[in-house]
């Protein structure tokens, strides 16, 4: 059974309608790469599936191992395991960073009836998961992601990645903003990560990201559906000709 | 007109009403159509704690209005002093007021404590402050404001700063049915010093009103206010500040913020900031901004697994936390992030 099964899903935003009949299925243990126009729909899907307001799923399902990710507020499906890397993280004036972190990873060992992390068990824990992805911990004290930059917020959603330790990761863009340096250090970050019960899918424009995130299967998203997919051969092939053949295909 | 005066002359024409400019929003003379008889001497042993126990064993208790001790809190020239002001509201239906002086010498520091303590049910409270600073003093007064919700309540500070003299305040408020915390100060620039600070978090029906008014009177004043409120349910903020620099007050400094943010629909916050300058070369600025929690912040949190009241909770708390961290005393900025984290739930 697949972790992630998205069946016929249509998405509007607003008056237009975005998702346009998407189906996906990404197994456990595998890393998709979802490659795309800008426009085509790529972060429309990852909100709708972590839970944005504003996103109406008019038609179509989307399960995670077999429950209705649909119907579960965003915290609950947060909860649930699936974790979502902005694109564009936002900046919470006023909450450090570590007290963000601690905060949700309470709230969801809360929701799963486990009980809360020990604040030196916490520390312990950031403190590692903080040097690997070189993030200096004074930054954690500091109000998150508020006037860092690009990178320095991709970073530090590798970083809640770690710390949440969640089954279903999607990363959308995350490689945008980085340097090669950054890129090969959340790609270690997130390669860590990889393992039998976990399962991701990658979204991206470029295929640089693939070259440190090796994926299972690369699927193409234009106008609001996957209309390819295939191998990691496939990533190369849309950066040697462009993606005017899917869009094409696609209209 | 003043709640003080229609206490002592029983006359409820003497009540603040709204058709003046000041009391527009806080009106008074429309919440009571007649005023309660005069509350009894209530239970000097039944007080209970307040909120800066264990801070200060030098505490100046008001009860129903009476003071338990002194009713001028002096500081000696160069000398130190912590107390706590405390004013207990022991009592339901009934009117009281009472009044202190607080004589601060010069190059003095006093850090006042002060609470106002709801133990009863639609009581009318009054409460007046007159502060006197000697020249190089130094004051931080914190208030920390709970109130009945069916009270009404009015606290009106006087301050004389005086030359090199620093006066810094904290004013944290629940609300109640009618209420309100005025400042005025009287700011003879010299070097002196003025942090006028204020947050509200009111719920339900309750309505806070704080009010400043600062008149810089001469060359090289500094005053800097910041006040944030959130407001839920059918609750009312009202700001008020006014900062008037008179002729010849040049080289004034004057900064002045008030921030809200609106948790319901039914909330409302009205804001009056003032800038009246007559002088020359002044460095004056004010920013009023009243809007609801960022959507798209509370997704991001509730996204990492947050409930949304609790998401909701987190970014009130850290909205109106930037009035607390600038509270110096530890104790009492430990205190007061504690009442703010007590009052979150009024506002889910
Ligand atoms: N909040 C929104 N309101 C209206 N249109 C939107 C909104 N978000 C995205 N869109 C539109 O949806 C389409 C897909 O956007 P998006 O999912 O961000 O694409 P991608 O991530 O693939 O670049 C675009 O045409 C974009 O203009
Ligand atoms: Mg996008």
């Known amino acids: 059974m697949s972790m992630l099964s998205v069946n016929n899903l249509h998405v509007r935003v607003g008056e237009a309608e975005i998702i346009r009949g998407l189906s996906l299925a990404v197994p456990a243990g595998e890393v998709h790469a979802i490659m795309g126009p800008n426009g085509a729909g790529k972060s429309t899907l990852s909100y709708t599936l972590a839970g944005r307001g504003g996103y109406e799923v008019t038609g179509g399902s989307a399960t995670l191992n077999g429950e209705d990710l649909l119907a579960l507020e965003p915290n609950e499906r947060a909860a649930k395991g699936l974790f979502l890397s902005f694109q564009y993280p936002l900046e919470i004036p006023g909450v450090p960073g570590l007290t963000f972190i601690r905060t949700a990873l309470n709230a969801q060992r809360k929701a799963r009836g486990e009980a809360e992390i020990s604040a030196p068990e916490f520390l312990k824990l950031a403190r590692a998961e903080a040097a690997k992805l070189k993030i200096d911990f004074d930054m954690l004290k500091r109000p998150l992601n508020v006037g860092f930059s690009g990178g320095e917020k991709k970073r530090m959603e590798i970083f809640q990645m770690a710390m949440l330790s969640p089954h279903f990761l999607i990363l959308d863009e995350t490689d945008s903003g980085l340097d090669i340096d950054a890129l090969k250090i959340v790609a270690e970050g997130v390669n860590a990560l990889r393992g039998p019960d976990r399962a991701m899918l990658v979204i991206t424009h470029y295929q640089r990201l693939l070259d440190y995130i090796r994926p299972d299967m690369v699927h193409v998203l234009a106008g609001g559906r996957i209309v390819a997919s295939g191998g990691p051969e496939l990533a190369l092939e849309l950066e040697a000709e462009g993606y005017d053949r899917f869009v094409k295909a696609a209209a | ?348």
């Open chain 2, 1 to 348: 007109m003043s709640l003080a005066s229609a206490l002592a002359t029983g006359d409820v024409a003497e009540l603040p009403n709204r058709r003046q400019e000041d009391w527009r929003w806080t009106d008074l003379r429309g919440a009571l159509r007649a005023l309660p008889p005069a509350s009894p001497a209530g239970e000097a042993a039944a007080i209970g704690s307040g909120p800066f126990d264990g801070l200060t064993s030098d505490q100046i208790v008001f009860l129903n209005g009476r003071a338990q001790s002194e009713t001028v809190i002096a500081v000696a020239e160069a000398a130190a002093r912590t107390a706590a002001l405390r004013w207990v509201s022991q009592t339901s239906n009934t009117a009281h007021g009472g009044k202190v002086r607080i004589v601060v010498a010069a190059g003095a520091r006093l850090v006042l404590l002060e609470s106002y303590e709801g133990r009863g049910e639609a009581y009318v409270a009054d409460a007046v402050l007159e502060f006197e600073l000697g020249e190089g003093a130094s004051v931080e007064r914190v208030v920390l404001a709970e109130d009945a919700a069916d009270a009404i309540s009015v606290s009106t500070a006087t301050v004389a700063l005086a030359p090199h003299a620093r006066f810094a305040q904290t004013v944290l408020t629940s609300g109640a049915k009618r209420q309100r915390l005025e400042t005025q100060v009287s700011h003879p620039g010299g070097g002196g010093e003025l942090r006028l600070d204020g947050g509200y978090l009111i719920g339900g029906a309750r309505h806070a009103d704080l009010t400043t008014v600062v008149a810089h009177q001469g060359l090289d004043g500094r005053t800097e206010q910041l006040t944030k409120g959130a407001v839920a349910g059918a609750a009312r903020g009202v700001f008020q500040g006014r900062i008037v620099v008179a002729e010849g007050a040049d080289h004034t400094d004057a900064r002045m913020g008030h921030h809200a943010l609106i948790l319901s629909d039914r909330a409302e916050v009205d804001a009056k900031p003032e800038l009246e300058i007559y002088a020359d070369d002044v460095a004056c600025a004010h920013g009023n901004t009243v809007g609801a929690l960022d959507e798209d912040a509370l997704f991001y949190i509730r996204s990492r697994g947050v409930p949304e009241h609790e998401a909701r909770a987190l970014l009130t708390q850290a909205f109106v936390g930037e009035v607390v961290d600038r509270i110096e005393h530890e104790g009492a900025r430990d205190a007061a992030r504690a009442w703010v984290a007590s009052h979150l739930e009024a506002l889910a």
